[in-house]
């Protein structure tokens, strides 16, 4: 069982900066991939950013050059820094984690709201 925790969304300014927390934990933590995705209201739910256990890194094109991920492996913790904020990133963002096994374990969300 993983348990997956986000933290850091807020309120924003159009061009400001967030940083999104992602702990996960679990007896024997490890995993596949780490990564964030984003719903807004009325829309699917998408990719933002994805990260392998072995560190290679993907980005949707949208939030490339503006999104920056990092992990810190004795934390267990993922973080997604967020800068050049716009309208148009206002979601709730999810954590998502794939074990070896294959098995996906999600976050509750956190808001992001970008203000014009």
């Known amino acids: 069982q993983v348990h997956v925790v986000e933290s850091g969304g807020g309120l924003v300014q159009a061009g400001g900066s967030l940083r999104l927390s992602c702990a996960a934990s679990g007896s024997t933590f490890n995993f596949d991939t780490m990564g964030w995705y984003r719903q807004a209201p009325g829309k699917q739910r998408d990719l933002v950013a994805i990260?392998?256990?072995?560190?290679?890194?993907e980005y949707a094109d949208s939030v490339k050059g503006r999104f920056t991920m990092s992990m810190d492996n004795a934390k267990n913790t993922l973080y997604l820094q967020m800068n050049s904020l716009k309208p148009e990133d206002t979601a709730v963002y999810y954590c998502h984690v794939r074990t070896p096994r294959g098995r996906p374990y999600w976050g509750q969300g956190t808001q992001v709201t970008v203000s014009a």
């Open positions: 990260i392998s256990s072995g560190g290679s890194a």
